[in-house]
């Protein structure tokens, strides 16, 4: 699902070699943010998808225009506090 999403983002298919023998890697992790929930109150606002995107089009932006990074930077975290003042109020609807 993950190199899915990455292909669809880079718009690009991704080519890699599994070498088993290199390290060992558990072939599944779940992981599980209901301790996160509980204790610290803390939620995700973003989806994975979301993620990759806003990281995937940082990273694009940094190697392509460097000079202009900063603006990039600061655009990325107006539309991220866009995006969490929306979630706040589709919450509490």
Same mark, same amino acid.
């Given at each position: 699902?993950?190199?899915?999403?990455?292909? +669809? +983002?880079? #718009?690009?298919?991704?080519?890699?070699?599994?070498?088993? +023998?290199?390290?060992? #890697? #558990? @072939?599944?992790?779940?992981?599980?943010?209901? @301790?996160? @929930?509980?204790?610290? $109150?803390?939620?995700?606002?973003?989806?994975?998808?979301?993620?990759?995107?806003?990281?995937?089009?940082?990273?694009?932006?940094?190697?392509? $225009?460097? $000079?202009?990074?900063? +603006?990039?930077?600061?655009?990325?975290?107006?539309?991220?506090?866009?995006?969490?003042? #929306?979630?706040? @109020?589709?919450?509490?609807?």
């Amino acid at each position: 699902m993950l190199i899915k999403m990455l292909e +669809n +983002n880079l #718009e690009k298919k991704i080519i890699f070699d599994l070498d088993d +023998n290199k390290f060992h #890697e #558990e @072939k599944a992790i779940f992981l599980n943010s209901n @301790k996160s @929930k509980k204790m610290l $109150k803390w939620y995700t606002n973003f989806s994975l998808e979301d993620s990759i995107s806003f990281t995937h089009s940082w990273y694009k932006n940094f190697y392509i $225009k460097k $000079k202009q990074i900063k +603006n990039y930077t600061q655009l990325q975290i107006r539309k991220y506090f866009k995006l969490l003042d #929306e979630h706040k @109020k589709n919450k509490y609807k």
